[in-house]
């Protein structure tokens, strides 16, 4: 295949390749901006721009972080997000992906500076607009990569604590109160660390997707 060639002659290789070809981005190959003609327009570039759509658009989605689809976009492209998932196939553990995933918000934050942004983008909206972009972007591949993030939203966060899942409804209730557009990085890794443990406590499972069992969002109106 051209792509497989592509690969081989940009030293990029990743175990498992049949399974995940179309999860890499290359940035080399993908081409952005008022350059980008359409001959030029890939597969990549249209798979991002999905991913950047989707992400923007449920990041925004809180009053207290006001930004436009295209600026969005623009800070995820600032951030190199892009190129810094091709290193999720060689992530082995889900410790070091919560490192990455941490050094990876704080980039965004810092990026989201530079942008006309109503209000605070904090952790949690920034945890928000990766979490949907990656969701997106390996949807068919959350079962490979267990450790990816789900998105963390009022929906999920009231539902687990409806129904006090995990035993742990004072703690879901309490984020839900709080809000996950004001988490600062320790509400963040807390959540995540209580869905891990409600995971493994429900059916010893480390596929962290599995949490959005309880996420009714797509019913909402």
Not at 48 to 65: D, I, Q
Not at 102 to 116: E, G
Not at 170 to 179: L, Q, T
Request: with cysteine.
């Amino acid at each position: 295949m051209i792509i497989e060639k592509e690969l081989k002659s940009k030293a990029i290789t990743v175990k498992s390749f049949d399974n995940i070809e179309h999860c890499i981005y290359l940035k080399n190959i993908a081409t952005f901006g008022d350059s980008m003609t359409f001959a030029d327009y890939s597969l990549h570039d249209h798979k991002h721009r999905f991913c950047a759509w989707a992400a923007s658009t449920a990041a925004m989605a809180s009053p207290k972080c006001k930004f436009s689809v295209e600026i969005g976009k623009k800070i995820l492209e600032s951030a190199d997000v892009e190129e810094s998932i091709q290193q999720i196939p060689k992530i082995k553990s889900q410790d070091k992906f919560d490192e990455w995933h941490k050094d990876m918000c704080n980039r965004l934050i810092s990026k989201a500076k530079n942008f006309n942004i109503k209000g605070s983008f904090t952790f949690g909206v920034a945890a928000k607009l990766l979490n949907c972009y990656l969701k997106s972007y390996f949807i068919d591949h959350l079962d490979q990569f267990k450790f990816i993030h789900p998105p963390i939203d009022r929906e999920l966060l009231k539902k687990l604590a409806d129904n006090d899942i995990g035993e742990k409804k004072d703690f879901w209730r309490s984020k839900k109160n709080k809000g996950w557009s004001k988490f600062e990085e320790k509400d963040y890794s807390e959540i995540i660390k209580n869905i891990k443990e409600t995971l493994n406590k429900i059916d010893g499972s480390s596929s962290l997707w599995k949490i959005e069992y309880y996420w009714v969002g797509y019913q909402s109106k």
